[in-house]
Structures are given as structure tokens and as C-alpha cells.
């Protein structure tokens, strides 16, 4: 059995002073090994503080290092670009990455770049973060200034269908999610969001908008972070550190576009929040919990991981780095769940979505 983790923010870590085998960064080599993580999914993050002009840079920067390192490791992993590959190196028992992008900003509202960015070997784009941009409402946006998908979104949404690139919603809108469900003519993932109902965070997802998902084929990532995950940590944490999450955001506009910059500031802010809320658990039981959720309003087929490793500021106790994924899958076996629907979470349902972008 391998996993797959459809979200980690790693790259950032590599482009500070990381590498692949560092045991700082919650993705690395022998932790993956360790906890069967075969299939990884890096993003090249672009916050939404890095300037018009900048962006493509800076995705140039995420994906040459991410190339560097894995080419250093050859022998245990290996960049992939379609289903072929994965089959390959899951047969030569080593691990696969994909490389993606989170956020649509990097296009610069420009189809021709996001043609480029697909032929360089991107697969997957998350469409918006944490602030609206020209062309997309954010999850965060309490004034919105434009409709949830604008005509621009919408032709973006039609070319990352005709080349197959996955559509990833994400730190989207409800609004914007709901549009381009109505739209894609492809199956549609959100790889790092959780439930609702389980933990009412402006992040998560509705039920409607979860059938929605599994209508077109698609699926969900369950997201790591305790603010997603548990109503209790995210009330408390909005209460204790709302001022430190807005401080955060100031001082990344300062720094932009200096990216190491911003990498250091989420590090001290990251022990500042695991500090603040160390009385507050969070569990594997509550992953597994939304996973429940999502099996038993719509099946086993649309649902798998999306840690955010290396991109939140606290885990849930048990699950510190991806060397303790593999953990998860116990404790679906103890709540029993078969073999079967535990293969199909872990990594099959990625396979699928994977193929029905070819």
C-alpha cells in the first residue's frame, strides 16, 4: 500500500536552506519513505503579496529547485507528467512527484503562460489563495469586488480543461467553486480542504459543493491542519492569534517579493501558533473523521489526503511529519474500513482523476 498526498508547500523550505533529506522540512525523502508516501504533489506556492511581474520568476525559482533535488535522488524519486509515469516508478518501487502550482495569480492573466507552465510539466493549479486576484474570489474575501469567476476565470478554467492540467478549488469562494463545478468539463479536486459541517472555517467545503465534486468525478484531499479539522481550535485559535495571522500578512508585504524572506517570517509564526495552542487537541481521529464523512455522504471513490505539509502552523498530535501518514491508514482499518476502500483513498482515486486528465 502507498499514499498519496495531493497538497505539500515544501518547495518554500527547499528555496530557504532545505534539501530532500532534511529532517526540518515535514516532506523529505526518509520520512516519506517511512510512511509510504509515494505519490507527492509539491507546489509552487505564490503568495498573494508577490507583485505583478514577479510571479513567473518565482515559479521558475520552485520548480528548478524542486528539479535539482530530485535529480540528486534519482534513485528514490522521480518527477512524473502522466499516469504512465506513475505506473513506471510504482513498479520500480520508487516515488513519484508532481509538480503544481497554488495559486492562479502565476499566470499573470495570461493564457499563453499557462500553456507554458503545463508543457514545462505542471499538472495541477490551485486557482486562487488566500486574497481575491483579477480573475477569482478567495475563500477569505468578506467585500468581494467582481463576480465569483469573471469571463477571464472562465475561459482559464476552459484551457486547463482542453490541455488537461487538473483543476484544484481550494482557498475558493464557495461562489467561485460553485462556478467552475458548473463548467469544467473535467473532473474538479480541491487537494487540501475539509468538511463544513465537521468545522465551519470559510476554507471548508459544503455538502453541496462536496456532491458536487464527486458528481463530476472528482475528489477531496483532507487538509492536516487543526483549524480545518476541529470547530473547538479553530474558535480558539481565531480568538488567540487573529492579531498574529493579520501581523503575519503585513510583514509579507513588506518583505515581497523576497520569498526567503517570507519563508522565515511562517516559520516563527509557526512556532508562535504550536505555542498558543498546545492545550487545544486535535487527533488523527479527527482526519479520520471528515474522511468518515465524505465516504458516507458520497463514497469511498472521491476522497484521499492533502496534508499541507510544510504550508500550515500546527498538526494534529500523532502526525508530525508525512513519515506518520501511514497511520491514518491504521486507524481506518480499525474503524473498518477494507482493504479495498482504504487502497482506493490512499491513492487509487488520484489514479483515476489523473486519468481523466489524459
Request: with cysteine; aromatic share 6%.
Amino acid at each position: 500500500m502507498i499514499i498519496c498526498d495531493l497538497h505539500c508547500d515544501t518547495i518554500t523550505e527547499l528555496l530557504v536552506d532545505a534539501n530532500l533529506h532534511s529532517s526540518a522540512t515535514q516532506v523529505n525523502i526518509p520520512a516519506m519513505r517511512k510512511g509510504r508516501v509515494g505519490i507527492q504533489l509539491f507546489a509552487c506556492y505564490v503568495p498573494p503579496s508577490i507583485p505583478a511581474g514577479s510571479r513567473y520568476e518565482l515559479v521558475m525559482k520552485a520548480r528548478n529547485v524542486l528539479e535539482e533535488q530530485i535529480s540528486a535522488n534519482s534513485d528514490a524519486i522521480e518527477l512524473a507528467r502522466d499516469l504512465a509515469d506513475v505506473q513506471r516508478l510504482i513498479a520500480a518501487d520508487k516515488m513519484t512527484a508532481f509538480l503544481t502550482i497554488e495559486n492562479g495569480s502565476a499566470i499573470e492573466n495570461d493564457l499563453k503562460l499557462l500553456e507554458a507552465y503545463y508543457e514545462m510539466g505542471i499538472r495541477c493549479m490551485t486557482l486562487v489563495h488566500a486574497e481575491s486576484h483579477e480573475w477569482a474570489l478567495s475563500s477569505n474575501d468578506k467585500s468581494p469586488q467582481h463576480a465569483s469567476l469573471t469571463g477571464f476565470g472562465e475561459k482559464v478554467v476552459a484551457a486547463m480543461n482542453e490541455m488537461g492540467m487538473i483543476i484544484d478549488i481550494s482557498h475558493a469562494h464557495d461562489e467561485t467553486a460553485k462556478r467552475v463545478l458548473q463548467i469544467s468539463r473535467r473532473p474538479v479536486v480541491a487537494t487540501h480542504s475539509c468538511v463544513y459541517h465537521l468545522c465551519q472555517n470559510a476554507r471548508n467545503l459544503n455538502d453541496d459543493l462536496i456532491r458536487s465534486i464527486a458528481d463530476g468525478g472528482g475528489m477531496i484531499g483532507v487538509n492536516f491542519f487543526p483549524g480545518f479539522l476541529s470547530n473547538r481550535y479553530h474558535r480558539a485559535v481565531t480568538e488567540r492569534a487573529g492579531e498574529l495571522f493579520a501581523e503575519l500578512s503585513k510583514m509579507e508585504q513588506k518583505v515581497a517579493p523576497d520569498l526567503r524572506q517570507i519563508s522565515l517570517l511562517f516559520r516563527d509564526f509557526r512556532v508562535k501558533i504550536h505555542d498558543l495552542m498546545k492545550d487545544v487537541a486535535v487527533t488523527i481521529d479527527d482526519v479520520v473523521d471528515h474522511i468518515d464523512y465524505i465516504v458516507r455522504l458520497v463514497g469511498d471513490d472521491y476522497v484521499g489526503f492533502g496534508s499541507d505539509f510544510d504550508g500550515i502552523p500546527d498538526t494534529p498530535q500523532g502526525l508530525r511529519n508525512c513519515s506518520d501518514t501511514i497511520t491514518i491508514l491504521q486507524r481506518m482499518a480499525e474503524r473498518g474500513y477494507s482493504q479495498e476502500s482504504i487502497g482506493k483513498i490512499a491513492y487509487k482515486n488520484f489514479l483515476r482523476v489523473l486519468e481523466l486528465h489524459e
